[in-house]
Every structure is written in structure tokens, then in C-alpha cells.
């Protein structure tokens, strides 16, 4: 039985052209639903870990480990492959929530996931190559993932997104945070559908840092010049929200009937509507919303 069979994924994804009040006639706007893909593997984390994951069961990998925040949406997804998996799973949790457990950490636990609450100074030495090999020391037959499941094969696993869509766009506008889906979806645009060009939108201050961790993630990033990154948008931070953005969530989910959250998704469309506005894009010109799920996210 295939991983997509195993975890019933339900994948492609559909796109759904949608005219929400602000929307002038000047542009085309659609939205790829991989919120749609599951329940719980939703979105960008399922592409993301979709090859991670082929390769581990392949390999009959035994134990994963990799990072994440207290409400981190890839350590949902993971922790819920695992548990599906027969994988046993730790997670490396920024700050210490053990008196104050988020719905997130709750379903970990429920799904056996060894749990590791480290300060946020050791949770910094994250990429760093020491701390890594002390990690490979102390759990010495796991596969470690980074942060956000950003890595190579998580690219190829983003790319697909680009040959299941049904036309071509002028534009693709996805949120940042660790670089992955955005990296991927630029390498995905390059080989099928050169036209296009890649927004971000950063849901965090990282001016000049999500550049970055974008550009690691391409091979011969100088060669890509096909996306943008507007840090506009962020609203004082990750996870940081403000009333008006709350409220434009549940606006947008009484004219769409489409979910959003403040976190990430909620963030790009408010970035999206503003740029209209603004008359960023040009005339007629086709929009893709990149819908990359994470609605667990927003259970605080």
C-alpha cells in the first residue's frame, strides 16, 4: 500500500476561482485548496514531508526527530504520521509548555510523541552542525528533520503543487515562515511554468533572513529570479495578531466559506487584498492563492 493510501490523502487538491467583495474585475483570483488535502496532514506540511516520509517507511525507519514551536503545525503533522506509522517521534518544543499544554502538544501526547521542552538559546543551536551531532549521538537511529520539514526533498514534494494546476498564473502568492513551500514552489515555477512569478508574503520579521533561507534552499539561487518577498504583512510577528486581522478571517469565511487563520493564511489573503488596492498587480492578470492549511494553528 502507497503512504498516500496509508494516510488518505487526498490529493490533487482543487483550485476555485473566488470573488470576494474586494476583488475588482480587473484581476482573476483563484485559490488551491491544499487545506483540503487532510484533516489533520494539511497543506504545505504534507508536501513538504510527503518524500521524508516515502523514504522512511522504505527504510523502515524506527524513530524521527525534528523542531518546532508550541503550536507548530508541522509537528502536528508529523507526530500524526508517526503515530499512523508505527514511528516513534520526538519533538525538540521551544519554551516549556508542560504546565500549560497548547491542543497541539495535547494531541502529541495523545499520539505517544516523546516530548523534549528545550530554553529558547539551546532551541537557536537548531541548525547549528554541532548541536545536530549531538543529537545524532543521543537518539543514534533517528532521522532528523528541520524545522518546518524545510530540506530538499521537501522542494520536490512543494514543486508538484505547479503540475497539478489546471492553467498557468501570472502570479502565486504563498506565506513565508521557514522557507520551504517558497523555495519549492519557485523551483516548481522554473521547470513548469517559467511565467510565472512567486510572492511571499512573510508572516514574521525576517527582512533579509527569510531571503536567505529561501536562497539555501535552491541550488544556484542566482540563477532564480522569479520571486519576491513583501514583509509588509506581519503583523508585529509570528503568531502576532491584530483585531482587524481576526475579523478579516471571519469575513472572508462568511464570503468564501473557505477556513482561514491569522497565523499564516490569514495574513497572505489580508496582504493580498491590500495589494489590489494598491493596483500591485496588473491588469487582468491571473492570481493563485496558495491555501497551505494549518488551521489547527490557530486553536490557542
Known amino acids: 500500500m502507497q503512504l498516500t493510501e496509508k494516510l488518505t490523502i487526498n490529493t490533487p487538491s482543487s483550485v476555485q476561482v473566488i470573488t470576494p467583495d474586494w476583488v475588482n474585475n480587473k484581476i482573476q483570483l483563484s485559490i488551491k485548496r491544499d487545506d483540503q488535502i487532510h484533516s489533520i496532514i494539511s497543506g504545505n506540511k504534507w508536501r513538504k514531508l510527503h518524500y521524508t516520509l516515502d523514504q522512511a517507511v522504505t527504510q523502515k525507519t524506527k524513530h524521527i526527530v ?8 508541522h509537528l502536528h503533522a508529523l507526530g500524526y504520521c508517526c503515530h499512523q506509522l508505527n514511528i516513534q517521534f520526538t519533538a525538540i518544543v521551544r ?27 539551546t532551541y537557536k543551536k537548531r541548525t547549528n552542525i554541532e548541536y545536530i551531532q549531538q543529537l545524532q549521538k543521543q537518539y543514534p537511529h533517528a532521522l532528523l528533520i528541520p524545522e518546518g520539514g524545510s530540506q ?49 508574503i512573510g508572516v514574521l520579521k525576517g527582512q533579509g533572513y527569510l531571503e536567505e533561507l529561501v536562497a539555501s534552499l ?5 540563477a532564480f529570479n522569479n520571486w519576491h518577498i513583501n514583509h ?10 491584530t483585531t482587524e486581522l481576526n475579523e478579516f478571517c471571519g469575513d472572508f469565511l462568511k464570503q468564501t466559506h473557505i477556513p482561514i487563520e491569522p497565523v499564516y493564511s490569514g495574513k497572505l489573503i489580508f496582504a493580498l487584498k491590500r495589494l489590489i488596492f494598491e493596483e500591485f498587480f ?12 494549518g488551521l489547527q494553528g490557530a486553536r490557542s
Open 218 to 222: 535552491l541550488p544556484n539561487s542566482q
Open 66 to 73: 525534528s523542531f518546532g514551536g508550541g503550536f507548530s503545525n
Open 152 to 200: 530538499q526533498q521537501a522542494l520536490h514534494g512543494v514543486a508538484n503543487i505547479i503540475t497539478e494546476l489546471p492553467q498557468t498564473y501570472d502570479y502565486i502568492i504563498a506565506p513565508v515562515a521557514s522557507g520551504g513551500t517558497l523555495a519549492g514552489l519557485i523551483k516548481g515555477v522554473s521547470t513548469y511554468s517559467p511565467t510565472t512569478q512567486v510572492l511571499g
Open 232 to 241: 509588509d504583512f506581519h503583523f508585529g510577528g509570528y503568531a502576532k495578531s
Open 95 to 121: 519554551g516549556d509548555y508542560s504546565k500549560n499544554l497548547s491542543p497541539m502538544l495535547q494531541d502529541l501526547l495523545d499520539w505517544k510523541t516523546d516530548v523534549q521542552y528545550v530554553d529558547r538559546v
Open 282 to 293: 496588473p491588469a487582468n492578470a491571473k492570481v493563485l492563492i496558495l491555501h497551505t492549511g
